[in-house]
């Protein structure tokens, strides 16, 4: 499946360093692309492995807030 997250608050390349590895270390995610002009992260991912609510607090935890 893909999904694409609205996040707020990312501006630079660490942002995009961190949200990318955070969303890429859980299982089941098999890519995660950020695009900083549009503030949003295209995810693939399992959905029988892993949940969004999981996806949204991977990147909750790095200090960013994930819009429905």
Same mark, same amino acid.
């Given at each position: 499946m893909e999904k694409t997250l609205n996040v707020q608050?990312?501006?630079c390349g660490?942002?995009?360093t961190a949200v990318e590895g $955070?969303?890429? &270390? @859980?299982e089941g995610?098999?890519? $995660?692309?950020? &695009? @900083?002009?549009a503030g949003t992260v295209d995810v693939a991912y399992d959905d029988a492995?892993?949940?969004?609510?999981?996806?949204?607090?991977?990147?909750?935890?790095q200090g960013y807030d994930v819009e429905a």
């Amino acid at each position: 499946m893909e999904k694409t997250l609205n996040v707020q608050g990312m501006s630079c390349g660490h942002c995009k360093t961190a949200v990318e590895g $955070a969303l890429n &270390n @859980l299982e089941g995610v098999t890519s $995660a692309d950020v &695009n @900083l002009d549009a503030g949003t992260v295209d995810v693939a991912y399992d959905d029988a492995r892993v949940s969004f609510e999981a996806m949204k607090e991977a990147v909750e935890d790095q200090g960013y807030d994930v819009e429905a």
